[in-house]
């Protein structure tokens, strides 16, 4: 009866070892997701806010859900306290866009990342947009 008890013990402890260890595998994964829902303006550019970037993905993927005039030309870029660290992207429609980081992902990871948009130089009127960032 003692062995039997310790050996269940045992085979309890392992699983709650691993059990915690997936709980913490999976909190590591999970990257915040940047979302935005405003209009911009004719001209200038709006900041969104930020997340910590918890991947080392080497481009931020952008879900346009709602773009408010068709075929306006939208230009993002990713940002780093105030500073441009990806190439500018351009969507003009909802979907995906992505954005290759100019910046090592490494340096990035763990670092509070935030998107920059505006208009593009062929759309001369405020657009309203709505989507989410996966930095």
Same mark, same amino acid.
């Given at each position: ?58 481009? =931020?993927?952008?879900? +346009? &859900? ?7 030309? $939208?230009?993002?870029? /990713?940002?780093?306290?105030? %500073? ?14 992505? =954005?290759?980081?100019? +910046? &090592? ?7 509070? $990342?935030?998107?920059? /948009?505006?208009?593009?130089? %062929? ?13």
């Amino acid at each position: 009866m003692n062995k039997m008890k310790k050996i269940g013990l045992t085979v309890f402890a392992a699983l709650a070892i691993s059990l915690m260890g997936q709980v913490a595998f999976a909190g590591t994964l999970a990257q915040e997701a940047i979302k935005y829902n405003f209009k911009l303006p004719a001209t200038g550019s709006l900041n969104t806010g930020v997340v910590v970037k918890t991947n080392t993905d080497s481009y =931020a993927e952008n879900y +346009v &859900s709602y773009l408010g005039w068709a075929g306006s030309g $939208i230009d993002f870029w /990713m940002t780093h306290n105030g %500073s441009r660290v990806s190439e500018i992207a351009n969507f003009a429609g909802t979907g995906n866009t992505r =954005a290759d980081y100019i +910046v &090592s992902e490494t340096t990035l990871k763990n670092q509070s $990342i935030g998107a920059t /948009m505006k208009t593009d130089s %062929s759309t001369w009127h405020a657009c309203n947009v709505e989507g989410k960032i996966y930095p």
